[in-house]
């Protein structure tokens, strides 16, 4: 049987092209096809995006596209296609428009009735889904969470009752802070901090979020930052007790052995929250 080939537009087009999140290499001989044919290549940053050019010995005219430009920039690229032009839109990693400039773009293409093809390819939230051990039948892509802690605390609090794996991108300058926010709110789920993937230094650390708080705490995670978060089991999602954190403590401290740094960080465990949180609060609750 023979397999059908999409023809390409004979009009002027955008082509949303997917490009490595790393590793040169992990790019479709339809991309490097697409980028050579293309009139114009816009870029989120011109600068990186020769880098992958070069690579392929692709020679042709490159335009930034990015979030401070977009409104002006789109209108100039449609204009450019409704004469014939065809032009291919990448981001500096990944696919154009997921947690990067391309949205705007496109509804501006839509509403001109200029077609708008997707070349797929790598997808860090996908590569590190497959990798994680996580549940991957139904997932949740969050993007970014907002980067003031109070914003971010109520976007996580929204998240709560979701049953679905959840997965973010994070800076790696806030990767604890969320972490901490994620294991107070969330509880004690499984999480995987998926590091710099296909890359040199790729890594994958896997614990419940109160335990990848630690973690990332002791040696704060460098590079590009995938967070998964698994669903709670029933036993271990966060939910209030009528016994206080301190009260908790008081009791445990009462068993043999248990001292009360032991038994805060105990009581933290049992209530999903980082043992710093739970220091916190124990110190409010004097």
Do not use: W
């Amino acid at each position: 049987m023979k397999t059908k080939v999409q023809r390409e537009s004979d009009t002027g087009c955008l082509y949303l092209v997917a490009t490595p999140i790393g590793n040169l290499e992990d790019i479709t001989l339809r991309a490097i096809r697409i980028l050579k044919e293309a009139d114009l290549i816009a870029c989120e940053d011109t600068r990186q995006t020769q880098k992958l050019l070069q690579h392929y010995e692709i020679r042709k005219e490159a335009v930034s596209y990015h979030a401070h430009n977009e409104l002006t920039r789109s209108p100039e690229l449609v204009i450019e296609m409704e004469q014939g032009a065809k032009v291919a839109l990448v981001s500096d990693a990944g696919t154009p428009g997921i947690s990067d400039p391309g949205h705007h773009l496109v509804t501006l293409c839509l509403r001109h009735h200029i077609p708008v093809i997707p070349i797929p390819g790598v997808s860090a939230l996908i590569a590190a889904l497959a990798a994680s051990g996580l549940p991957t039948e139904e997932f949740v892509f969050v993007g970014f969470l907002p980067s003031r802690a109070g914003d971010r605390r109520k976007a996580l609090d929204a998240l709560k009752r979701e049953s679905r794996t959840l997965i973010f991108y994070e800076a790696p300058h806030r990767i604890v802070e969320t972490l901490a926010d994620a294991a107070e709110i969330l509880g004690a789920r499984p999480a995987v901090i998926a590091r710099e993937l296909t890359k040199l230094h790729e890594e994958f650390l896997r614990g419940t979020l109160v335990e990848l708080v630690e973690v990332a705490d002791k040696r704060a995670p460098r590079g590009e930052i995938t967070l998964l978060i698994g669903p709670g089991a029933p036993e271990t999602e966060h939910a209030e007790s009528s016994v206080s954190l301190k009260q908790r403590v008081e009791q445990l401290e009462q068993e043999p052995g248990m001292d009360r740094k032991a038994a805060l960080k105990q009581a933290a465990k049992e209530r999903g929250m980082a043992k710093r949180e739970a220091y916190k609060k124990l110190l409010l609750d004097r």
